[in-house]
C-alpha cells in the first residue's frame, strides 16, 4: 500500500520551491514513480520541458522584473522599447530577446527599455558584430563598446563578411551591425504578448 504524501508537502516543494520531482524524491527518500503517482493523485499540474529547463537556469527566479511606468518619460520609453522590437527585434528565436542595428541610438534606447522598464543587469546583456572585410575590427569593438558602455568581453566572436556582399547595412555604417541579445525565454514571451496586446488595441 502506497504511503501518502501530503498534497500540501508537494505544493510548498514543487510549486512555492520549484524543486523538481527528482529532488523531491531525494529529499523524501523515495522513487520519483512514486512523487509522480501523488502528483497525479492530487490533481497537481507538472511543468513542462521548457518550463522545467527554465527553472533549471534560472533557480533564484526570474532575473528581471517588470516595472509599470509611472512617470510620462518612463511611458514613452516603454512605448518607444516595444515599437522597436516590433519593427526591428527577431521574434522568430523563441529563447532569447535579438534586436540588430546599425545606429548607435536606436541600440541605446533599447538597452535603457530592457533596463529601466525590465530591470535587466546590463552586465548579463551579450552582443554580436557583424563587419565587412575592409573595415577594422578593433575600431568597430573600439566605437561600440564606448558608445554603447559595455565590456568586449560581452562580444561574441565578430562575424567578417567579403567586401563584395555590398548591401543596404555596408551603406549605412563604418562600424557594422550589432545585435543586442538577452537570452532569457520568458522576456522574450512577455513582449511578444505586450506587442500582440498593443496590436490588438489599436484594430
Not at 16 to 41: D, P, R
Not at 63 to 71: D, G, K, L, Y
Not at 99 to 118: K, S, Y
Not at 187 to 202: A, Q
Request: charged share 25%.
Amino acid at each position: 500500500m502506497q504511503v501518502m504524501i501530503a498534497k500540501e508537502k508537494l505544493v510548498k516543494l514543487y510549486i512555492s520551491k520549484g524543486k523538481s520531482m527528482q529532488e523531491i524524491a531525494t529529499m523524501l527518500g523515495c522513487s520519483v514513480n512514486k512523487i509522480q503517482y501523488w502528483m497525479v493523485k492530487h490533481n497537481i499540474a507538472t511543468r513542462s520541458i521548457a518550463e522545467a529547463v527554465y527553472l533549471k537556469n534560472n533557480p533564484d527566479g526570474d532575473p528581471f522584473q517588470f516595472q509599470e511606468p509611472r512617470t510620462l518619460n518612463t511611458a514613452k520609453l516603454f512605448g518607444l522599447g516595444l515599437g522597436l522590437y516590433w519593427g526591428e527585434g527577431t521574434k522568430a528565436n523563441k529563447c532569447s530577446v535579438r534586436l540588430g542595428n546599425t545606429d548607435p541610438g536606436l541600440l541605446a534606447v533599447f538597452i535603457r527599455f530592457l533596463e529601466e522598464i525590465f530591470c535587466v543587469d546590463r552586465r548579463d546583456l551579450k552582443f554580436g558584430l557583424q563587419i565587412f572585410s575592409d573595415m577594422a575590427e578593433k575600431e568597430s569593438l573600439d566605437f561600440w563598446t564606448k558608445t554603447l558602455r559595455i565590456k568586449k568581453s560581452q562580444f561574441y566572436r565578430v562575424t567578417i563578411t567579403p567586401y563584395r556582399s555590398i548591401g543596404t547595412y555596408r551603406q549605412k555604417t563604418r562600424y557594422g551591425v550589432v545585435t543586442v541579445y538577452y537570452h532569457n525565454k520568458k522576456l522574450r514571451d512577455n513582449l511578444v504578448e505586450l506587442i500582440e496586446l498593443g496590436r490588438m488595441s489599436t484594430l
